[in-house]
């Protein structure tokens, strides 16, 4: 029987490692459009995905952040370019999927722009639920490279976008137990308003 959505919210934990089974593209189109009944404010929704699956794909996303990071000054000795093609081989070419999120910027309306952020949030949220149920495993991730508008663009990102999240996806492996997680006793951040006194 499926967990229910209180369940399914509670066990679902982050994982950057999985197995390195395939995962069929449908499949992930399939669980996006699910993840995207997310709640949004506007006409239309302000979010835009790039999925990548294929070796070709994930080769040329390498080699782009790479030129990234070197052009950014992030690789700038022998030593970073060792740590940060170790991190991104395991991160993008080890992975058996990627999905980067965009938000649509609204530079001179800011409401609109945290709205822009909060939804995508719920979208990319609602997606780590959906993919859970599948025995998919996420890793939500804002890597240093998503903050670099040439490579935004280059990705084919339109100019009103802000790329926002790097997605690890994978497998989880079930032969391994579900870790628990700690969260602060409710108490510690949710109060109630006290109205000062006029
Ligand atoms: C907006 C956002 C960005 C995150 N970025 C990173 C990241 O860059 N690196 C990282 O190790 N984890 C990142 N995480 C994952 C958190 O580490 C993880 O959610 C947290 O440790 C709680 O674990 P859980 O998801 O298993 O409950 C991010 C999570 C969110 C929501």
Request: glycine content about 2%; aromatic content about 10%.
């Amino acid at each position: 029987m499926k967990a229910s959505i209180s369940e399914t919210i509670v066990t679902r934990r982050t994982s950057k490692t999985s197995l390195t089974t395939e995962i069929p593209v449908e499949l992930i189109y399939n669980l996006l459009e699910k993840a995207s009944y997310a709640p949004f404010h506007g006409k239309t929704e302000p979010w835009l995905a790039k999925i990548v699956t294929t070796d070709t794909e994930k080769q040329w996303l390498y080699q782009r952040i790479i030129a990234s990071y070197e052009r950014n000054q992030i690789i700038k000795d022998a030593q970073s370019r060792e740590r940060m093609t170790t991190k991104m081989t395991r991160l993008i070419l080890n992975s058996p999927a990627t999905i980067l999120f965009a938000h649509e910027v609204f530079p001179d309306d800011q409401r609109k722009n945290y709205d822009a952020i909060e939804a995508t949030a719920a979208l990319i949220q609602n997606f780590s639920l959906v993919a859970w149920e599948e025995d998919l495993v996420g890793f939500w991730a804002t890597s240093p490279f998503i903050l670099d508008p040439i490579l935004t663009n280059e990705l084919g990102f339109p100019l009103n976008y802000e790329l926002m999240t790097n997605y690890r996806l994978g497998y989880r492996d079930l032969e391994q137990p579900i870790k628990t997680a700690q969260r602060q006793p409710i108490h510690n951040w949710a109060t109630p308003l006290v109205p000062l006194a006029e």
